[in-house]
């Protein structure tokens, strides 16, 4: 940040890219909270993001130590990485500083030092004053259909409308002249900063502070003025202009209340600016938070590393007949529901790719008038796909509308639906049930709905996107996937292709529930649309030209599971042959019976359900907490998650990897060269790392990077939720998403060699930059000799994993029956559920 | 059967007890305790409630317990029961069960479960204490306990800035009401020479006979209830303090102030209805607050983009309207609107996060882009100027702060001047001279006297004021709280011939918490030497006990239903007449804002943004 002249387009470029970039919550795409810092090494990063903006960085001292008490950091892991780090001389006294030495651990960040002073020189606090009613004005401006009174003159952009609307009343929202008067003259940031501030050298540093005490609402400010169309009902509105208003707002605050009697800030400074990003020196404390992070992590990653190779060891003979195949998303969530199936069909194969099955499009539901985007984030695809044929009957739910918030129909409506609403209290207390106020992943796409799939006319074009999928387009992205997840021979005769989504009441979060990447949503429609292109004929042709010679007796059936609600429902079951009929049929029983265990072992987890009852009643009351009103934890989304998989399912078949692996199918050996292997990694870092790091952060700083405890939100504009009326937007992830997670980083282990991974990580700058700068770990498995390279400071070295005692378990269901229970509730204790790595059969 | 009536406090009583010595970790016996006492409650409630309509409806008086009494003054704890605390009662009863179950499920693993527990079987508690009271000390009781369990929810999240601000913020409005109330209540004692139960309020013939005896002390003491319903019930101007109370978790939200503590202002209107009934001036006024406070209220509410402010401020229009109905005397309908609104904000407040999911889905389907017209009619000018006063929250806010608070301010920067010094030399003095003239009897001429007991007064208000004013030091500020009760006590004792045990009454409590709560505060300065109240320290972080220990000591010295003082506080304004209006203003005033005062050190030492930042904390406008 230069010091010198103060450059507008220049700070605010530089404000934007450090504010939260969080859409508004209907599209919740995970990412990491530290994007801004992603140039540089991981702990380089956090340390600096710590000092400048007060965050805080990895888990507290005490909570490690904690964790070093109850065994869940390795002794000798933490020895290793000690002598690693600090060489074998100095190990005991490092290990003393880590774990005994006393350390000022207390943070105190450079942002808001500067307007702070107003407090101190003139007793006033200008945010008290300015904060509740500028965020008023902004929710107002922004509000996408919670207030009934539109904001008057919004087509004309923010700062244009609030114009407008202080020329066209007998008030105002200013209390004194000059900044009424100011308002309507052609003013920059700059001008009003010279009033406010004076000295041009504290520009930058005010106008951060100033952001950045309402973080929130000007990263959805940021956020929606890059994209405009994330918001339905679109508003202009810029940072440039919020600042501008917010400026004003202070200009009239310090005029109302100290008339004449104030002058510019830097007046009264003696001290010279502060140069926020200012490289930060290195202390002692952060050798020991990276020495106990490292530790943290290898303790699990070393365990993990050798299940793996032993599980490779054990030869395991080949599948012989397969009653079925299914491909799954990579999703953590669905690492267990795999197991599962395998479990209750010993002869079913299954695979894992991200759930958008390589087809992207918008969406766009019968009667919508809005498109949904079913692929991951950054992608913008160019194709269209329509739900017909379906009569929606869009429910509605009466005590939802806002006719109760007016004078005359409130009242009546106080007397009509009063007591009826005492009874759906009732209901929804003692027998909770699906409703129209419910997010229900199968509402997403009717079932019964036709789907434009398939595009005859390439001038079907609406809006500019081509209406469906011409049949090379299609047979490109069938290709393109089996290829990838390996899955080019030795087919099923019935493959199932299942998306996820996730059903949850009373959950402004629940976009973050759904595939991260369908980008947010269910993956009911990609999956569907990947089993018509497999099915088409004509695509089947193309693929035999390609080598992929699909037998006419397997087809592929759509479906979609709901993580929390442990339900599937399949697409399309009547085109099945007859005996494919039958044998869904058969395969069905075991998905129901897969289903059963999956909810049993998630239940574990759950303090009202009891894991040792029925089956069948774990089943209900996982299904039932889908629904209830009451539940904040209707599933626990991606927490836990920390391993990366890519490799046949062979080397973690058998392994019990605790629901905290994404598994990417990958055959190395019909991928030699590692032509696919770029392809199928480059989603693998904005996506799983994404999840990862905003998992990480928010449960480091829960109060700062992640958006607290969900039990006091109250939904803003129907954009955002926040604490409190008067209070600032809350990004990233609450409080119970996060409690059972291990802020570990990401761990991708590959099989492949480890040459070739390399020269696939090192494809493209973006995708370089995740693993160089230590934000994912990744590590080889060299397939010949079954050994561990792990990849540091741009090359992979062998790893050798210690002799972890991994222990075989028979029945994986008896043991999470008897698995370990917290202690307490304290978040710390929290991860003791966390199991480790194990053998099953 | 006028014995049961006990057993709706005793009950919550028992089960709050019981619910306070049990382990934090223990959730489901925590959540069990509350829903079997609520469950119990509303069983034995149904019970006596068919009995009484089997008894064709017949009020049910019953006098308690007698707490004190003297020849001229008897304090007791009265139960009342007829249709308007039948349906107060059933509704709360099942909103209160049905959250409860709710909040077993919600609240689980979050911090402060065990509090929020115990907090709402104190809520409970006083609810019940409102509804069952026969006379105005015993509502008196469930009044001052709902005030501060309100405060308790409020900043539930008392780590966090803006819900400990809003907190103090909500309790000083509230204490406000409750002296309002304190205040009528001795207008009432004075006017009828008797604690009066409700039930008497019934018989015209005698309330006629008064009303014509002191018609502008009756006009009043109504305007004073007045004033207390329209805070409780957050009508005009008092309403902006509803859509900052939705701090604590939904739950919380939804109990309090989408339902049962909004509407105790109706409940007391309809109580005191006997009262007003026949003062034009009382109907004329409590009809223009209803009909201001439900249109600008609903306006309000139509530009509230956040759901759950939204739901309050159309909650407020309805009871604005209530009180319209009860000012007409259409009591039935009234509390059928009470029972239908109640049961419909809370619903909609236990449903509001769902709210973005169902009205995106909505707008995916039937969003119509607004038609933008720009007319530059006056009625178009007129509609912008209503949009931006909604948004403004027609400044009542500001003009709160203006008349109620600012004028303190202002005073206690005009007393800077006093110091510890001066403070000390001020009592010491004051003191010497108060007490032999007690001693000494006649040591004074009476002419002196008549003027002392008022000076001593202002003094105890001014002191108050020194210490709601304080910035640096929080022992000073508590130091002075002490000397203004010292104070007050002394320009009671110099009113008449005075009962010594009264007064120990009054200081009993009191100084036990003075001393306790100065050892509190001694021992947080030990820490880093570091009490200003200047910025919140968020002391209850790292020192729960010693904040919980404080917390009591407060409300011992403010005389909460803990200790005697309560009942000495009652006694002492009994010694005040009728006609000693700057006495009485004095220390009206200086009760108003010692509560805040109070709960202002408590708030800045123990609550708020923890000042050190080992942990995570919260940003200040989070």
Same mark, same amino acid.
């Given at each position: ?98 774990? &005994?030495?006393?350390?000022?651990? &207390? ?18 606090? *200008? !945010? ?123 200009? !009239? ?235 080019? @021979? ?62 006419? $007796? ?30 869904? @049929? ?53 927490? #836990? ?29 019909? !991928? ?170 | ?147 501060? #369990? ?151 509410? &139509? ?102 608070? @600012? ?13 510890? &010094? ?18 000494? !009897? ?31 030091? $929080? ?38 918490? $003075? ?46 239903? *803990? ?60």
């Amino acid at each position: 940040m230069s010091e010198k002249q103060f450059d507008e387009y220049h700070i605010l470029h530089e404000l934007k890219h450090y504010l939260p970039s969080q859409t508004p919550l209907k599209d919740f795409i995970h990412h990491n909270s530290l994007h801004a810092f992603q140039h540089m090494k991981f702990y380089n990063a956090i340390f600096k993001a710590s000092k400048i903006f007060g965050y805080q960085a990895t888990l507290q001292l005490d909570e490690f130590r904690t964790l070093y008490e109850t065994g869940r950091i390795n002794d000798a892991v933490l020895d290793k990485i000690i002598t690693e780090r600090r060489g074998k001389d100095q190990l005991s006294e490092w290990k003393r500083n880590v774990l &005994s030495k006393k350390y000022d651990d &207390s943070i105190t960040p450079r942002i808001g030092m500067l307007r702070s002073q107003w407090k101190e020189i003139y007793h006033l606090n *200008l !945010d008290n004053s300015v904060q509740p009613f500028l965020f008023r004005i902004l929710a107002g401006y922004l509000d996408q259909g919670i207030s009934i009174w539109e904001f008057p003159h919004s087509e004309q952009g923010f700062l244009a409308a609030i114009r407008a609307l202080e020329k066209n009343s007998f008030t105002s929202f200013f209390k004194t002249g000059r900044a009424k008067k100011l308002l309507h003259e052609n003013i920059t940031i700059t001008d009003l900063l010279k009033i406010i501030v004076g000295n041009e050298s504290y520009f930058n540093q005010y106008i951060f502070d100033q952001q950045f005490s309402h973080r929130g609402w000007s990263g959805m400010v940021a956020t929606i003025e890059e994209r405009p169309d994330t918001l339905f009902d679109t508003r202009i509105i810029s940072l440039n202009d919020v600042i501008i208003l917010e400026l004003l707002l202070e200009i !009239d605050t310090l005029d109302d209340q100290l008339g004449k009697n104030w002058q510019p800030l830097s007046v009264h400074l003696n001290q010279p600016p502060v140069d926020l990003f200012e490289d930060v020196p290195v202390t002692e404390l952060q050798e020991v938070f990276k020495i106990l992070q490292d530790a943290f992590e290898w303790s699990y990653y070393d365990v993990v590393l050798s299940g793996i190779l032993l599980n490779n060891q054990q030869n395991k003979s080949q599948i012989p007949s397969k009653s079925f195949q299914a491909i799954f998303c990579i999703d953590e969530r669905e690492c267990s529901i795999r197991r599962n199936i395998e479990t209750a069909d010993p002869e079913g194969e299954t695979f894992g790719c991200p759930g958008f099955f390589g087809v992207e499009f918008y969406f766009q539901p019968q009667g919508a008038k809005f498109y949904d985007k079913l692929c991951p984030a950054p992608v913008t695809p160019k194709y269209l796909i329509k739900e017909t044929n379906v009569e929606r009957s869009h429910e509605h739910e009466t005590l939802y509308t806002q006719k109760t918030h007016t004078f005359l129909t409130g009242y009546f409506s106080t007397f009509i639906l009063g007591l009826w609403s005492a009874v759906r209290l009732l209901q929804h207390l003692f027998k909770p049930k699906m409703s129209p106020a419910i997010s229900n992943a199968f509402a997403h796409m009717h079932k019964e709905a036709t789907l434009t799939i398939e595009n005859k006319d390439i001038n079907d074009i609406e809006n500019n996107l081509q209406v469906g999928f011409t049949v090379d387009e299609m047979a490109a992205r069938v290709n393109g996937l089996l290829k990838g997840i390996g899955l080019i @021979k030795d087919f099923a005769s019935v493959i199932y292709v299942v998306g996820h989504g996730s059903s949850s009441a009373n959950n402004p979060h629940h976009g973050a529930h759904d595939c991260g990447a369908c980008s947010g949503r269910p993956g009911s429609v990609n999956a569907r649309v990947f089993a018509f292109m497999a099915n088409h004929p004509k695509v089947r042709e193309c693929l035999q030209q390609n080598g992929i010679t699909i037998p006419e $007796a397997t087809q592929f059936v759509g479906a979609l599971h709901d993580t929390a609600a442990d339900r599937i429902e399949y697409y399309d079951t009547e085109i099945l042959y007859a005996s494919n009929k039958e044998l869904h @049929k058969k395969n069905s029983i075991s998905f129901e019976y897969a289903l059963d265990l999956n909810a049993k072992e998630r239940s574990r987890r759950f303090a009202s359900i009891n894991t040792k009852q029925d089956i069948k009643k774990i089943r209900k009351a996982i299904l039932d907490r889908s629904v209830s009103l009451f539940e904040p934890r209707p599933e626990l989304g991606h927490g #836990t998650n920390t391993l990366c998989i890519v490799g046949e399912r062979k080397i973690t078949r058998g392994l019990f990897l605790d629901r905290r692996a994404f598994l990417n199918s990958y055959n190395y050996k019909t !991928d030699l060269n590692g032509e696919l292997l770029t392809g199928v990694m480059r989603p693998l870092g904005p996506v799983c790392g994404g999840i990862n790091l905003e998992y990480y952060f928010s449960r480091v700083d829960n109060q700062k990077l992640g958006a607290g405890t969900k039990l006091p939100h109250n939904v803003m504009g129907l954009f955002g939720v926040a604490n409190s009326s008067d209070g600032d937007l809350r990004p990233g992830l609450p409080w119970q998403m996060i409690e059972v997670h291990d802020p570990v980083r990401l761990l991708i282990i590959v099989e492949h060699y480890p040459e070739i991974v390399l020269m696939s990580i090192q494809s493209s700058p973006e995708m370089y930059e995740w693993y160089i700068n230590e934000w994912v770990h990744v590590a080889a498995i060299h397939p010949e000799t079954n050994t561990v390279y792990y990849f540091q400071d741009g090359v992979f070295k062998q790893y050798h994993p210690f002799d972890n005692n991994i222990s075989t378990v028979n029945d994986v269901h008896m043991m999470i029956e008897n698995a370990t229970e917290m202690e307490t509730n304290n978040i710390v204790h929290a991860t003791q559920e966390n199991m480790p790595v194990y053998l099953h059969k | 059967m006028k014995h049961l009536l006990q057993i709706f406090v005793y009950l919550p009583l028992l089960a709050f007890f019981i619910s306070l010595f049990i382990d934090k970790k223990k959730e489901k016996s925590l959540a069990n305790i509350a829903i079997a006492s609520i469950g119990l409650h509303s069983l034995v409630l149904l019970i006596i409630a068919v009995l009484w309509m089997l008894d064709k409806f017949i009020t049910i008086d019953y006098k308690h317990l007698v707490l004190y009494k003297s020849e001229k003054f008897e304090f007791f704890i009265n139960f009342y029961f007829d249709t308007t605390t039948a349906v107060y009662a059933l509704v709360g009863s099942l909103i209160s069960l049905s959250v409860t179950v709710f909040s077993k499920y919600y609240m689980h693993r979050d911090e402060g479960f065990k509090r929020f527990f115990n907090t709402l079987l104190f809520f409970y508690l006083g609810y019940n204490f409102v509804i069952f009271s026969g006379n105005f000390e015993t509502l008196f009781i469930g009044w001052e306990i709902l005030g501060l #369990t309100s405060f308790l929810l409020i900043a539930f999240y008392r780590d966090r800035y803006l819900p400990v601000k809003n907190g103090l913020k909500v309790i000083s409005l509230y204490r406000l009401g409750d002296v309002c109330l304190i205040v009528a209540m001795w207008m009432a004692h004075h006017i009828f020479h008797k604690n009066i139960t409700f039930n008497e309020l019934h018989n015209a013939v005698f309330l006629n006979e008064v009303i014509a005896e002191h018609p502008l002390y009756i006009q009043t003491m109504c305007l004073l209830i007045v004033i207390a319903v329209s805070i409780k019930s957050a009508q005009l101007p008092f309403s902006s303090w509803l859509a900052r109370a939705m701090e604590g978790p939904t739950v919380s939200s939804a109990i309090f102030y989408g339902s049962l503590s909004v509407h105790l202002g109706v409940f007391l209107l309809i109580r005191t209805f006997p009262l007003w009934n026949n003062i034009l001036l009382i109907k004329v006024v409590l009809i223009a607050i209803g009909i201001f406070t439900s249109i600008i209220a609903s306006g309000i509410a &139509s530009v509230q983009s956040s759901v759950k402010t939204q739901i309050a401020y159309s909650s407020i229009t309805q009871i604005g309207i209530m009180f319209i109905e009860v000012a007409l005397g259409f009591h039935i309908l009234a509390l059928v609107h009470f029972a239908g609104n109640a049961f419909l904000r809370t619903y909609q407040l236990l449903v509001s996060p769902s709210v973005l999911g169902y009205l995106i889905h909505d707008m995916v389907f039937s969003h119509v882009p607004t038609q933008h017209a720009s007319e530059n009619t006056t009625i178009a000018k007129l509609k912008n100027t209503i949009f931006i006063l909604n948004i403004r929250e027609w400044n009542v806010d500001i003009f709160l702060y203006n008349f109620l608070w @600012k004028p303190f301010k202002w005073i206690g920067n005009r007393f800077n001047f006093i110091d510890k &010094s001066i403070s000390i030399a001020i009592i010491s003095l004051l003191f010497l001279t108060g007490i032999l003239h007690i001693i000494l !009897d006649e040591f004074l001429p009476t002419s002196v006297i008549l003027y002392l007991d008022v000076l001593y007064a202002f003094l105890a208000f001014i002191f108050i004021v020194k210490a709601f004013t304080e910035r640096k030091n $929080a022992i000073r500020a508590w130091l002075h709280i002490i000397g203004s009760q010292l104070l007050i006590a002394l320009a009671i004792s110099m009113n008449e011939h005075i009962d010594f045990f009264h007064i120990f009454l009054y200081l009993s409590g009191i100084l036990v918490a $003075a001393i306790v709560g100065l050892v509190c505060l001694l021992r947080i300065k030990a820490i880093d030497n570091d009490i200003s109240l200047n910025q919140f320290h968020g002391y209850a972080h790292e020192q729960k006990g010693i904040a919980a220990l404080f917390l009591i000591c407060c409300l011992a010295l403010l005389g909460f239903p *803990l200790t005697p003082t309560f009942i000495g506080i009652d006694l002492l304004f009994t010694y005040i007449h009728t006609h000693e209006t700057l006495l009485i203003i004095c220390i009206a005033l200086g009760f108003i804002l010692i509560e805040v005062a109070v709960l202002r050190i408590y708030a800045r030492i123990f609550l708020g943004q923890h000042k050190k930042a080992y942990h995570p904390i919260a940003y200040r406008s989070s």
